[in-house]
């Protein structure tokens, strides 16, 4: 298990690479992906090599379907009941909580897995940030929304985890002009043009700009510089693989003991 970590951040979290799991084949070999075909019983070992590895005790954990959109969904503990079955409880590509022990879990093979915590205030999110819901400025919601259950902008430290970088990501035109319009015309300097038309794109330094517009102080932003797409032995690329491929985790919790849990199908 070769789990990647922040160095900003000290509650229980982590980004899975595709090492140390139990899948095969195309999913060899941790493939974190619960509807991508692979044998739930595998992806239900991996997932507890992962949650373990990043010092989560539970196995459950808020996750859902992600629509490339910029919902985020305040979630809490009786959220927190994901059994590793292929039911989808949430269309949303983040959430926030300030309940203890609840993990947070997003998906990613290429987009940007962001998490996010004021340790303070004991707030934390994950997010789903690909280009479409970078534009949709999904960040801006995921603070807004971290800020509802009382944390402070200067009080967040932000993890830009593993994600395709500047040297694999090539956009088209289409792509530069949202991202031109998000940043009000100042994003030249995230993008190069290419001979052939196209652009080459840094979406994780567009994302640490739109979370610094959004009061995340620069120092409590770091970014893990791995990229997905040059290191295909490492991490799931959906580029790299075509879209034969598993699935990264990314996840975060409040450490503590959990709120005493609703019955299941109370009424
Ligand atoms: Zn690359």
């Given amino acids: 298990m ?39 019983e595998n992806v239900k070992e991996n997932y507890r090599r992962f949650l373990s590895s990043c010092k989560i005790k539970t196995d459950r954990f808020v996750c859902g379907e992600q629509v490339h959109g910029n919902t985020v969904l305040i979630v809490n503990s009786k959220d927190a009941r994901m059994p590793y079955g292929y039911q989808t409880l949430f269309n949303a590509d983040g959430y926030v909580t300030s309940d203890k022990e609840v993990p947070l879990v997003i998906f990613t093979a290429d987009c940007i897995p962001l998490l ?4 303070k205030a004991g ?10 819901g970078t534009v949709l400025d999904i960040e801006k919601n995921a603070i807004e929304k971290m800020t509802l259950l ?13 994600a395709i970088g500047k040297c694999c990501f090539e956009v088209g035109n289409d792509v530069i002009e949202e991202v031109e319009a998000l940043l009000k015309n100042s994003a030249s300097t995230f993008y190069k043009k290419k001979e052939n038309g ?15 517009g959004n009061g995340i102080t620069e120092d409590h932003i770091e970014i893990i510089k791995d990229c997905t797409m040059c290191m295909p032995q490492k991490y799931w690329s959906h580029r790299f693989t075509g879209g034969e491929r598993g699935s990264q985790a990314a996840v975060i919790e409040i450490p503590g003991t959990p709120r005493s849990l609703p019955p299941l199908f109370a009424g």
């Fill in 2 to 40: 070769e789990t990647v970590r922040s160095s900003l951040i000290s509650y229980p979290h982590g980004f899975s690479t595709r090492n140390g799991g139990v899948s095969e084949g195309i999913f060899s070999s941790l493939n974190l992906g619960m509807n991508r075909g692979d044998d739930p």
């Fill in 116 to 119: 996010m915590a004021d340790e």
């Fill in 123 to 132: 707030v934390i999110a994950a997010v789903h940030s690909g280009w479409r």
């Fill in 150 to 162: 009382g944390a402070s902008a200067e009080n967040i430290k932000a993890c830009i985890g593993p």
């Fill in 198 to 212: 196209k652009y080459m794109l840094d979406l994780k330094g567009v994302l640490k700009k739109c979370l610094i």
